[in-house]
């Protein structure tokens, strides 16, 4: 499917998108698997990248399935301060 490959694992908490962006470039990548919170995942999104997610298996013990790709995310939030005041 994606012919060679070659995978590079970040250990590391990213701060935002321009600095998952300037490693994606680092690292020559066209592809970002992504383990991410859904507020970054969604960002991710509005760029060249469309990132691949893992998807678990539901049970008591849960366990990788497949992969997919998310094309796009629609966070709607409220800081929970301001949903206590309303």
Not at 38 to 64: D, M, N, W
């Amino acid at each position: 499917m994606f012919g060679e490959v070659k995978i590079v694992q970040v250990k590391k908490t990213h701060g935002d998108i321009p600095e998952i962006l300037n490693l994606a470039e680092e690292h020559h990548a066209d592809e970002i698997v992504s383990v991410l919170p859904l507020s970054l995942i969604a960002r991710l999104c509005q760029t060249r990248f469309k990132p691949i997610i893992p998807v678990p298996k539901l049970g008591k013990y849960p366990e990788h399935d497949h992969f997919e790709r998310v094309l796009s995310v629609d966070v709607v939030s409220v800081p929970l301060m301001q949903e206590r005041e309303r």
